[in-house]
Nanobody, 124 residues
C-alpha cells in the first residue's frame, strides 16, 4: 500500500525558514512527479510546487517563487520543500502528492496519492 508521510512542519517566525520532507513508499518513485499543495483555513487547497520524476523539471506558484525550493532524492524516496522568507500568509496545512502524469501536474485530480498533511504556522 502506497503511503506518503510528511514531516517538518511547525511554527516559524516571519522571515524564517522550514524544511518539509515527504517520504514515499512507492516502489517506482522516480517515475512519479511529486507535488506540494497547501490549504489555509477557510480556503481551497492550492498548488505550491512540483518536481518531475528525474528532478530535472520544477514549477512553482507565483506566490512562493524565489522563496521555496522543491527537490527530491530518489535513492531515499523522499521529496523536500525548502521554505525561506516565510510570511504569515504561508500558514497552511501542506500536503505532498504523487502523480504519474507530469503533463497534468497542475491538476489536483491527476495526483493518485496524497499524504496526511503537516501544519505550517508562520507568526508575524
Amino acid at each position: 500500500q502506497v503511503q506518503l508521510v510528511e514531516s517538518g512542519g511547525g511554527l516559524a517566525q516571519a522571515g524564517g525558514s522550514l524544511r518539509l520532507s515527504c517520504a514515499a513508499s512507492i516502489r517506482t518513485f522516480s517515475t512519479y512527479g511529486m507535488g506540494w499543495f497547501r490549504q489555509a483555513p477557510g480556503k481551497v487547497r492550492d498548488f505550491v510546487a512540483v518536481i518531475s520524476g528525474s528532478g530535472g523539471s520544477t514549477e512553482y506558484a507565483d506566490s512562493v517563487k524565489g522563496r521555496f525550493t522543491i527537490s527530491r532524492d530518489n535513492a531515499k524516496n523522499t521529496v523536500y520543500l525548502e521554505m525561506s522568507s516565510l510570511k504569515p500568509e504561508d500558514t497552511a496545512v501542506y500536503y505532498c502528492a504523487a502523480t504519474k502524469y507530469y503533463t497534468l501536474r497542475l491538476v489536483q485530480s491527476a495526483y493518485e496519492y496524497w499524504g496526511q498533511g503537516t501544519q505550517v504556522t508562520v507568526s508575524s
